[in-house]
């Protein structure tokens, strides 16, 4: 049976979880598209700003930590399906062949992600949880990304995915900026580092498709 000071105590968890949450996702500005102009622009969605994130005393982490892990488990599980669909659909050799990076790249991070919120107590992400991620893509924008093959495939991906990179270096930066968890923090910039350069790449690709 719980006690008053334990009910508190959960209840005061359960408000800076809460409040976590908000940080993270309001920390997220909207993606600057960088491929503006061309032939579609890709939904991406943006949040309010962001507030301080709570700490937990005596813990390795806080909740900037759990919900940058929470966020881009799924943020990087959109970019892998994205991915699989480039094996069968591009039509350039270099989008294949960047899109098994990515693929690579992001399917660790996630198995280490996901060992921080087990190691942490914390809660897996849902598909229904945090969709208002900085450059996640609609259920519309990946159907569209399905049904487009060869050439129209490989600009498309490219879109979206220069689009989707960009959400994720924001988060990246909030979580550098917030996050109190030495190897989240670590990983942030890593993401950042890696997926700028990716960017970068892909901008290249698209001006010479």
Known sequence: MFTN???????ALTVAAGT???TLLTACGGTDNATAGHEMAVTTHSAPPATTATARPGASFND????FAQNMILHHQQAVEMSDLAESRAADAEVKELAAKIKDAQEPEIQTMEGWLETWDE???SGGMHHD????MTAE???KLEDAKGAAFDRQFLR???AHHEGAIEMAKTEQKQGANDE???LAETIESSQQTEVEQMQKIFDRL
């Open 64 to 67: 900037a930590d759990v919900m």
């Open 133 to 136: 991620m900085p450059g996640m």
């Open 5 to 11: 000071r334990s009910m508190t105590r959960r209840l």
């Open 20 to 22: 976590g949450a908000l």
């Open 184 to 186: 989240a923090k670590k």
């Open 141 to 143: 924008d990946m159907k």
């Open 123 to 125: 809660p897996m992400p």
């Open 160 to 162: 979206m995915m220069i």
